[in-house]
């Protein structure tokens, strides 16, 4: 069984861990496959709520595609190039992107290329302040591949993505928050912890309403805002027959019957 990415679930939380700590955890085509392997066995898996992508050691999240594989594949031509390299990655950043279930990234170090990229797809990131990130592509002659010209430009604005993409310039964590690559920067002893507790406040909710708003908001993205609208009132409407709904409603009434206000903490699940 392939160790290119280290799966440990603890507390209702995957932990999804980069380990190729010799390339920076480069993103060569075993690692992908493995990586989407483990995101079907968790989707299949009721006892995880959430998923959390990182890096293993101290200095890289992923500094990007494995350069060397790749070229191999650039040199059998177009199709294969295209086949191997570039469907696999963009199949990787959009099923992250679609995940049913919340994915965060801890960003521990370097994520350059492909690994600024999964930053990216990805719902929630939290980076460590010796986070660095970069669009370095244009510098091997090429546009990045995995996504990048379509994702950055949506979370950062055209111009500001444009100046990344065609500098190559690497650029600090809180300017990745800045752009709205990530949600927050934490000191690096912290970053862990940081990603467990944001990715523990998502999973007091309902994972069918959870589920419901990755969806609305990852297919409305594409679309106009009328179309937009029916999707979100499709995944409301989804939601009327479920025990979840009912449950939090009744939970909600129940509470302001006797004039209890909010406390934190109280129906965690549903408030």
């Known amino acids: 069984m392939s160790n290119t990415v280290l799966m440990q679930i603890s507390e209702g939380i995957a932990l999804l861990t980069l380990n190729r700590p010799e390339k920076l955890n480069a993103l060569n085509y075993e690692l992908i496959d493995r990586l989407m392997s483990l995101l079907e066995q968790i989707e299949a898996n009721d006892g995880v709520g959430a998923v959390i992508i990182t890096g293993t050691g101290d200095r890289a999240f992923s500094a990007g595609g494995d350069i060397h594989e790749f070229s191999e594949s650039v040199a059998k031509g177009v199709n294969p190039a295209v086949r191997d390299f570039v469907r696999r990655g963009q199949g990787l950043t959009a099923r992250l992107e679609a995940f049913p279930k919340p994915v965060i990234a801890a960003v521990n170090g370097l994520a350059y290329g492909g690994g600024c990229e999964i930053t990216e797809a990805v719902h929630l990131a939290v980076a460590s302040d ?19 010209t379509q994702r950055l430009p949506r979370l950062a604005g055209r111009k ?11 650029f600090l ?3 990745a928050l800045e752009l709205g690559l990530v949600n927050h920067v934490v000191a ?22 959870v589920r419901s708003i990755i969806t609305a908001v990852t297919r409305g993205l594409n679309m106009s805002i009328a179309e937009g609208l029916l999707v979100e009132s499709e995944q409301f409407a989804q939601m009327v027959p479920t025990d979840d709904l009912a449950d939090a409603l009744a939970a909600w009434k129940g509470r302001r019957l006797h004039d209890d206000p909010p406390r934190p903490g109280l129906f965690s699940r549903y408030f």
Not at 130 to 148: N, S, V, W, Y
Not at 160 to 170: S, V
Not at 201 to 209: D, E, K, N, V
């Open 160 to 170: 500001r993505a444009l100046e990344l993409l065609l500098t190559g310039e690497d």
């Open 188 to 209: 690096h002893e912290e970053l862990m912890s940081a990603a467990r507790d944001l990715a523990k406040r998502i999973m007091g909710h309902s994972p069918l309403a």
């Open 130 to 148: 010796q986070a660095r990130f970069a669009k370095p592509e244009i510098k091997l002659g090429m546009p990045p591949t995995f996504g990048g």
């Open 173 to 175: 964590a809180d300017r």
